[in-house]
């Protein structure tokens, strides 16, 4: 099979995406203490405004009710303009103090919300530093100990009910991070690292998304965050820590091969590979995360040959290449590409 005939056999699947089970990305749906405080605060916020508008509303109806009614033939009633008003002074009064007094509310609701946020305890917190490039995430593990430390790409698992540090920063622009299930957005700014702390109580899948414009794929510059139960985290862990596992057949040795000659290896890191170059996400457990470039493709064998033959048909201005191979070349890549589980 040609390569052009592999990839519109590709792309008959991909005009027919598999709608995936779509994780939760709602603000309305907290499943973490930060944004459960947040969605507290969203809650009062409305419940003020909604009762503001109604009143506003009532008034100016009141208002329209009780004008006096002119008619077309007769001429403009324009009397009461000479007399003052004394009445109204009163209602102005009110409202001005009504609406100062709930400003404050508002206020103090908001200060006591951001006291709350930054008050959830660290003890054994997970530390992750993740940077946004344009337009994915690089996300490193860190720890005390060296050679615990680990990296992976746009797919952050941390354990439910425990504390996360995330250490922002950006490789490029500004980004910003925004999982609106998990917590509030906090931006990545170049040279300067921002801190984001939560919890997730609930083990799951939740999607996040970039949410400060920076460039032409802002749009396709998610992640997702997978809170899994601690015990399995710990497995997750472990397995990350490890290189990728060496090719076993001839034909992922062959894949292998075709890694290190082509572009693959001047951007891309694999453990336990002479591949370790940092440009584009670390994929030594590409095969282990549900999605590619960034949350925009499901991770299957279909839709990965596709997108390293041409990346630019899915995300025009990224920064990796199309790269022309043979059918039997990526055929090779497939096989051991599947490998880095
Ligand atoms: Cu990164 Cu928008």
Redesign the pocket.
Same mark, same amino acid.
């Given at each position: 099979m040609t390569v052009r005939a592999l990839l519109s056999l590709v792309l008959l699947g991909v005009s027919g995406i598999a709608a995936a089970a779509v994780p939760a990305q709602d603000a309305l749906q907290p499943h973490g203490v930060q944004a459960l405080e947040i969605y507290n605060l969203w809650r009062l916020t409305l419940l003020v405004c909604t009762l503001v508008f109604a009143a506003v509303l009532a008034a100016f109806l009141y208002a329209i009710w009780r004008a006096p009614r002119s008619r077309v033939q007769l001429a403009p009633d324009v009397s009461s303009l000479d007399q003052p008003e004394p009445r109204l002074r009163r209602p102005v009064v009110i409202g001005v103090a009504v609406s100062t007094l709930l400003l404050i509310v508002l206020i103090v609701a908001d200060f006591l919300t951001d006291r709350r946020l930054s008050q959830l305890p660290l003890k054994d917190a997970v530390r992750i530093e993740v940077t +946004?490039h344009?337009?994915w995430w690089g996300a490193r593990y860190l720890d005390d100990e060296p050679s615990r430390i680990f990296s992976t790409a746009n797919e952050v698992h941390v354990p439910a009910g425990k504390p996360v540090i995330l250490k922002l920063n950006s490789a490029d622009?500004i &980004?910003?991070f925004w999982a609106p299930s998990l917590h509030g957005k906090k931006d990545l700014i170049p040279g300067r690292t921002a801190l984001l702390q939560f919890r997730v109580d609930k083990p799951g899948v939740y999607r996040g998304q $970039?949410?400060?414009? $920076? +460039?032409f794929e &802002?749009a396709l510059?998610a992640f997702t965050v997978v809170a899994d139960p601690p015990a399995q985290y710990e497995a997750w862990a472990a397995r990350q820590r490890l290189p990728a596992p060496q090719p076993a057949t001839e034909l992922q040795k062959a894949g292998l091969a075709v890694f290190m000659r082509s572009t693959c290896a001047m951007c891309h890191t694999v453990a336990g590979t002479d591949a370790g170059a940092r440009l584009g996400p670390d994929l030594t457990h590409l095969a282990s995360r549900g999605m590619l470039a960034s949350g925009t493709l499901p991770n299957t064998r279909e839709y990965l040959a596709a997108w390293i033959l041409d990346p630019q048909r899915f995300k025009k201005g990224t920064s990796m290449p199309p790269t022309p191979l043979s059918a039997a070349d990526l055929n090779a890549l497939m096989a051991y590409l599947e490998t880095l589980k």
């Amino acid at each position: 099979m040609t390569v052009r005939a592999l990839l519109s056999l590709v792309l008959l699947g991909v005009s027919g995406i598999a709608a995936a089970a779509v994780p939760a990305q709602d603000a309305l749906q907290p499943h973490g203490v930060q944004a459960l405080e947040i969605y507290n605060l969203w809650r009062l916020t409305l419940l003020v405004c909604t009762l503001v508008f109604a009143a506003v509303l009532a008034a100016f109806l009141y208002a329209i009710w009780r004008a006096p009614r002119s008619r077309v033939q007769l001429a403009p009633d324009v009397s009461s303009l000479d007399q003052p008003e004394p009445r109204l002074r009163r209602p102005v009064v009110i409202g001005v103090a009504v609406s100062t007094l709930l400003l404050i509310v508002l206020i103090v609701a908001d200060f006591l919300t951001d006291r709350r946020l930054s008050q959830l305890p660290l003890k054994d917190a997970v530390r992750i530093e993740v940077t +946004g490039h344009m337009w994915w995430w690089g996300a490193r593990y860190l720890d005390d100990e060296p050679s615990r430390i680990f990296s992976t790409a746009n797919e952050v698992h941390v354990p439910a009910g425990k504390p996360v540090i995330l250490k922002l920063n950006s490789a490029d622009v500004i &980004h910003s991070f925004w999982a609106p299930s998990l917590h509030g957005k906090k931006d990545l700014i170049p040279g300067r690292t921002a801190l984001l702390q939560f919890r997730v109580d609930k083990p799951g899948v939740y999607r996040g998304q $970039c949410a400060e414009f $920076c +460039g032409f794929e &802002h749009a396709l510059m998610a992640f997702t965050v997978v809170a899994d139960p601690p015990a399995q985290y710990e497995a997750w862990a472990a397995r990350q820590r490890l290189p990728a596992p060496q090719p076993a057949t001839e034909l992922q040795k062959a894949g292998l091969a075709v890694f290190m000659r082509s572009t693959c290896a001047m951007c891309h890191t694999v453990a336990g590979t002479d591949a370790g170059a940092r440009l584009g996400p670390d994929l030594t457990h590409l095969a282990s995360r549900g999605m590619l470039a960034s949350g925009t493709l499901p991770n299957t064998r279909e839709y990965l040959a596709a997108w390293i033959l041409d990346p630019q048909r899915f995300k025009k201005g990224t920064s990796m290449p199309p790269t022309p191979l043979s059918a039997a070349d990526l055929n090779a890549l497939m096989a051991y590409l599947e490998t880095l589980k």
